[in-house]
């Protein structure tokens, strides 16, 4: 089956450097990936995500990259602020899965 | 934000109680989830749905059981609570494969 882990637990920012969390998976038939928010009290919510045909993925200052060859991807915060602060995790689907696998998730720290 | 609401958001009770959390959304969505997540382990699937009537066990499946008899509701249930069922539930749904599941803001139980 599939694994999903984190390189770091926690990870600590100066408010405005970019912030980089990351994620490895196991499975190559893996075809869907999607970063998490997580703050403190309420339910995960959805990001960003990206697909196995794409190796970049922008949004409003995240960017996700997908690196296939190793089983790598990875969120980048540009100008972490404050707001940022919670914790971030990835998901990993199969393809034609309805079934993610979750890691276990990065806290973002974000000092003023 | 997707219409997903759990109730109740707070509940403690005792060993050997049975508990029943429900979880309602109104988008209509094909597959609901339930997971649990505590402290080190991330999230983890206790039983899902992928449709009326139908659902299938997760990987931490015993002492819950799920019941889905519209489209709209999930409920979990704990047959007879256990400490080790302490923990935040999150119902989660999503519409068809490989799409991002969207949570709801979780139901925090305590069995003494």
């Known amino acids: 089956g599939e694994s999903v882990g984190l390189h770091l637990p926690t990870l600590s920012v100066q408010e405005g450097d970019n912030s980089i969390i990351n994620c490895a998976y196991s499975?190559?038939?893996?075809?869907?990936f999607i970063w998490y928010k997580q703050e403190s009290g309420k339910g995960p919510q959805f990001i960003i995500d990206?697909?196995?045909?794409?190796d970049k993925r922008q949004g409003q200052r995240v960017t996700v990259l997908l690196n296939k060859t190793v089983k790598h991807l990875s969120l980048q915060i540009a100008a972490t602020q404050p707001g940022d602060s919670a914790v971030y995790f990835c998901?990993?689907?199969?393809?034609?899965?309805?079934?993610?696998?979750f890691g276990r998730g990065t806290s973002l720290i974000v000092h003023p | 934000d997707a219409g997903i609401t759990q109730s109740p958001r707070h509940k403690v009770t005792e060993t050997g109680t049975p508990v029943t959390l429900r979880c309602h959304q109104t988008?209509?969505?094909?597959?609901m989830y339930w997971y649990r997540q505590d402290p080190g382990h991330g999230l983890r699937l206790i039983h899902y749905?992928?449709?009326?009537?139908?659902?299938d066990k997760g990987e931490v499946s015993d002492g819950y059981s799920v019941s889905r008899s519209k489209t709209e509701d999930f409920l979990l249930t704990l047959e007879s609570a256990t400490s080790s069922q302490t923990s935040v539930y999150f119902c989660?749904?999503?519409?068809?494969?490989?799409?991002?599941?969207?949570f709801g803001d979780g139901t925090r139980l305590s069995i003494l």
């Open positions: 998901a990993v689907l199969e393809g034609g899965s309805y079934i993610p696998t």
């Open positions: 499975n190559s038939a893996s075809d869907y």
């Open positions: 990206i697909r196995s045909n794409m």
């Open positions: 988008e209509n969505h094909r597959y």
């Open positions: 749905s992928y449709g009326v009537k139908d659902t």
């Open positions: 989660a749904i999503t519409s068809e494969m490989s799409q991002p599941q969207h």
